[in-house]
């Protein structure tokens, strides 16, 4: 290849010079064209996979505080319910009247001996059923 040279004049050898300097920046410009878009697109990419991550986040939090408050929910049902059942055991059984009485003892209605702490103990019953019970 370099033998080819040889029969070449020096203004022919610039010129074949110049060309090849002009190919190189036409290679080096398109190029650094192709990385510029490269890197363009990656930056796009990255800006929705961070906004994906914050819709994401964002959903993981509402979707915790939705279960924080369906447990604090369930919880304060479970609460009810059983508060509720004791007093339908309450209301339901035959010892009604040991249940006034204590909460008679309670409200120092009744001069009681040592049973009276271990039936307040076990009294549920608000006073307002007790004064409607007093008729």
Request: proline share 2%; no cysteine.
């Amino acid at each position: 290849m370099g033998e080819d040279l040889d029969s070449l004049s020096m203004k022919e050898l610039q010129n074949l010079e110049h060309q090849l300097d002009s190919a190189l920046k036409h290679i080096r410009s398109r190029k650094n064209q192709l990385m510029h878009e490269s890197i363009s697109e990656l930056q796009r990419k990255d800006k929705a996979l961070q906004e994906q991550n914050n819709q994401l986040s964002k959903k993981v939090k509402e979707r915790e505080k939705e279960l924080a408050q369906q447990n604090q929910w369930e919880q304060q049902n479970q609460e009810l319910n059983s508060s509720s059942f004791v007093l339908q055991q309450q209301l339901d059984s035959p010892n009604l009247g040991e249940a006034y009485q204590s909460t008679a003892e309670e409200n120092g209605e009744v001069e009681g001996g040592s049973n009276s702490q271990q039936q307040t103990a076990n009294t549920v019953m608000p006073p307002w059923m007790i004064r409607h019970l007093n008729g």
